[in-house]
């Protein structure tokens, strides 16, 4: 079993930032793709981003292209969301999830083990 925390959400104003992680323990994740995804109030969790085991490759949804960043540390077995020129849409809940397959996947079934969640609030 693999278990996810997340940390780093808070409230912002429009245009900043703030750094999301997530760390994994029970198991070492560096051979899984790990990924982030994100539930506004009201909506469906929806993907944002995900990157495969080297970190060579990342994945984004088109509403955060060119503003957040997905990388992460093997050695803390961590995932990092860095989150830049926020915007009030983003606001949500974020979590982290695991997908244990080289191969990324941009749907929450494709995830096998979700952390849970931390608040994200942009004001305008």
């Known amino acids: 079993q693999v278990q996810l925390v997340e940390s780093g959400g808070g409230l912002v104003q429009a245009g900043g930032s703030l750094r999301l992680s997530c760390t994994a323990s029970g198991r070492t994740v560096s051979s899984y793709t790990m990924g982030w995804f994100r539930q506004p109030p009201g909506k469906e969790r929806e993907f944002v981003a995900a990157?495969?085991?080297?970190?060579?490759?990342?994945y984004y949804a088109d509403s955060v292209k060119g503003r957040f960043t997905i990388s992460r540390d093997n050695a803390k077995n961590t995932v990092y969301l860095q989150m830049n020129s926020l915007k009030p849409e983003d606001t949500a809940v974020y979590y982290c999830?695991?997908?244990?397959?080289?191969?990324?996947?941009?749907?929450?079934?494709?995830?096998?083990?979700w952390g849970q969640g931390t608040q994200v609030t942009v004001s305008s």
């Open positions: 999830a695991v997908r244990r397959s080289y191969y990324a996947g941009y749907g929450e079934a494709q995830y096998d083990y």
């Open positions: 990157i495969n085991r080297s970190g060579g490759s990342t």
